[in-house]
């Protein structure tokens, strides 16, 4: 992970670029960067928008065995455009700087195989981009999240969030199950009393707070409780995480977040990881996805519940097989025959 200091004085450099003045300036920075059409943006807020591309392209590397950080690309690609100036070699030492604090290194295959780092980044990013500099409450809405998307979401949030420096680990304890607002579920008074709990635990540490709500009522008078009920925390962060039925309005100062949409190549890209940090072959990594996305594969949006039953269901043969490569193949093919 990038120093704070050194992560705050490259996202002044950049911005201080003519060409990323507009956005479509600081778009031609990307150029070379593989999918840099999919990174999270933030197009309204020049300087928010750099620091969410520098955020994600922090933990961003080109396939093994060269593994190039795709954060240097980018800053090369902005020094080009000012050279033989102070502020291209302002960009050069930052290069320098980071190249020596903070090498890129090999994933292990058990940080790799967690459910939670599975195709979330984009409303993960957007959310932690958009968090206040110091602390308070914000709230976000998920459209079409189930209460299982929310649980991993909230587990990501807390990865990348100490990840990017938003908090240390120590600082952000595990979330909770997500509670389920409506009638036969926790009625909102209950669920605010509940939530009036967590003041003592704000003056010391970060809260994720999560709630799916069916009803936009509900959403509605949830949130402004929230906001009237508890008191607002000046040093820690207490992030509220609405899911929501997709089409459904949010609460009028709560931000929306991409829903999301879950596809085979999310699948494959996943199993990437998974496969560079073990250097499995080509045909493992294909058979992988083959069983995960096994009866649906010709979709184009697979079942959230369904792509989590199966990652939960097979994550756990990385560790079983370790550097087994063959006998995980094995497995992998038994399971493809046997079906789901």
């Not at 999918?35 to 999270?40: E, I, P, R, S």
């Not at 994933?107 to 980044?121: G, I, K, N, S, Y």
């Not at 998974?274 to 079942?303: D, K, P, Q």
Request: net charge negative; aromatic share 8%.
């Amino acid at each position: 992970m990038i120093p704070d200091d050194l992560r705050h004085e490259l996202v002044d450099a950049l911005n201080a670029i003519p060409l990323a003045i507009e956005h479509m300036g600081r778009t031609t920075l990307l150029a070379g960067i593989p999918h840099a059409g999919f990174l999270t943006r933030n197009p309204a807020n020049d300087r928010g928008d750099v620091m969410v591309l520098v955020l994600q392209l922090e933990e961003s590397y080109g396939p093994p065995p060269k593994r190039q950080w795709w954060l240097i690309k980018l800053i090369e690609n902005a020094a080009a455009t000012v050279p033989g100036t102070d502020l291209g070699n302002r960009l050069a030492a930052i290069q320098r700087s980071l190249l020596q604090a903070s090498r890129p290194r090999n994933p292990r295959a058990a940080e790799t195989a967690q459910v939670h780092l599975f195709d979330l980044r984009q409303p993960v990013m957007m959310c932690v981009g958009q968090l206040p500099p110091v602390g308070g409450l914000s709230g976000f809405v998920v459209p079409a999240a189930t209460p299982r998307l929310l649980r991993y979401f909230c587990d990501s949030l807390r990865h990348r969030g100490a990840e990017y420096g938003a908090w240390t680990r120590d600082r952000a304890p595990a979330t909770r199950s997500p509670l389920v607002i409506g009638p036969l579920q926790t009625a909102v008074p209950f669920a605010l009393s509940k939530a009036k709990k967590v003041e003592t635990l704000l003056a010391v540490k970060h809260v994720l707070w999560p709630a799916y709500v069916a009803s936009e009522g509900d959403a509605d008078a949830l949130w402004q409780g929230l906001i009237q009920t508890i008191t607002q925390p000046k040093d820690t962060h207490l992030i509220v995480v609405f899911g929501v039925p997709e089409g459904a309005n949010i609460p009028g100062t709560m931000k929306r977040l991409p829903s999301p949409a879950f596809t085979s190549d999310d699948v494959s890209a996943w199993g990437a990881d998974i496969a560079n940090a073990n250097a499995w072959c080509e045909a493992l990594l294909e058979r992988w996805t083959t069983v995960i996305v096994m009866g649906y594969a010709r979709e184009e949006y697979l079942s959230v519940d369904q792509v989590y039953d199966r990652l939960e269901r097979y994550h756990g043969l990385v560790n079983e097989y370790g550097e087994d490569e063959q006998g995980l193949l094995e497995m992998l093919q038994d399971l493809e025959a046997i079906g789901d």
